[in-house]
């Protein structure tokens, strides 16, 4: 049983930063790719950044490019999300999940939450104006 465990999330000032953390646990197991999404009131999940686990290679949203920033340390099996410069629009809460079937390359940056088999439990961001 996999387990991913989100943290970081809170109550924030429009303009001020965040640093989700997803931590992985459970029986051993290869990573591929692990990505963020997500979920703001009333709307469906949606893709924010994904990062290839082997070579470090990263995708982002266009709402999120060049503000934020994922991460991983491999060593820990954790992936960072870093958030500047957050808007309103970013409240919603963050999923990360992990892709653990084979991909290589351009490939494991896929968008689609389908390809990823495993979800952690979400954690609440909410940004004021």
């Known amino acids: 049983q996999v387990q991913l465990v989100e943290s970081g999330g809170g109550l924030v000032q429009a303009g001020a930063s965040l640093r989700l953390s997803c931590a992985s646990s459970?029986?051993?197991?290869?990573?591929?790719?692990m990505g963020w999404f997500r979920q703001a009131p009333g709307k469906e999940r949606e893709f924010v950044a994904v990062?290839?686990?082997?070579?470090?290679?990263?995708y982002y949203a266009d709402a999120v490019k060049g503000r934020f920033t994922i991460s991983r340390d491999n060593a820990k099996n954790t992936v960072y999300l870093q958030m500047n410069s957050l808007k309103p629009e970013d409240t919603a809460v963050y999923y990360c999940?992990?892709?653990?079937?084979?991909?290589?390359?351009?490939?494991?940056?896929?968008?689609?939450?389908?390809?990823?088999?495993?979800w952690g439990q979400g954690t609440q961001v909410t940004v004021s104006s």
């Open positions: 999940a992990a892709r653990r079937y084979y991909c290589s390359g351009y490939a494991c940056l896929d968008t689609t939450q389908a390809e990823y088999d495993s």
């Open positions: 459970g029986r051993t197991f290869k990573i591929y790719a």
């Open positions: 990062i290839n686990w082997s070579d470090g290679s990263t």
